[in-house]
């Protein structure tokens, strides 16, 4: 199994960005897959959540209707579309697969971070004027 992260970088307050994760090694389709950040001097947070066949996801309260999810499965391939983004955004972003297989977890349950069993090693987002 391998994720694979990018389109971190630079931005600026209100900007924009688009993350993407590359994945292979298992059947991508199969598997909800979460985004989760980390800011500099703190602990790995869950951001958003999609089950595998795209029907539902879910946000954190603090990028919810700015920050949106989406999956291309016949790619193998998870996105982070980041808009209106704000200083605490800044952070490293990763990518990572739910342990249990076609599993439609509820809302509570996806800031479990031991509920994922392959992440990336992430990709860095700095938001700065």
């Known amino acids: 199994v391998q994720l694979v992260e990018s389109g971190g970088g630079l931005a600026q307050p209100g900007g924009s960005l688009r993350l993407s994760c590359s994945a292979s090694?298992?059947?991508?389709?199969?598997?909800?897959m979460i985004w989760a950040r980390q800011a500099p001097g703190t602990g790995r947070e869950w951001v958003s959540a999609?089950?595998?066949?795209?029907?539902?996801?879910f946000y954190q309260d603090s990028v919810k209707g700015r920050f949106t999810i989406s999956r291309d499965n016949s790619k193998n391939t998870l996105y982070l579309e980041m808009n209106s983004l704000k200083p605490e955004d800044t952070g490293v972003y990763y990518c990572?697969?739910?342990?249990?297989?076609?599993?439609?977890?509820?809302?509570?349950?996806?800031?479990?971070?031991?509920?994922?069993?392959?992440w990336g090693q992430g990709t860095e987002v700095a938001v700065a004027s």
């Open positions: 990572a697969r739910d342990r249990h297989h076609q599993y439609y977890r509820d809302k509570d349950s996806w800031a479990n971070l031991n509920e994922y069993d392959f």
């Open positions: 090694g298992f059947a991508f389709s199969e598997y909800g």
């Open positions: 999609i089950y595998s066949d795209s029907s539902k996801s």
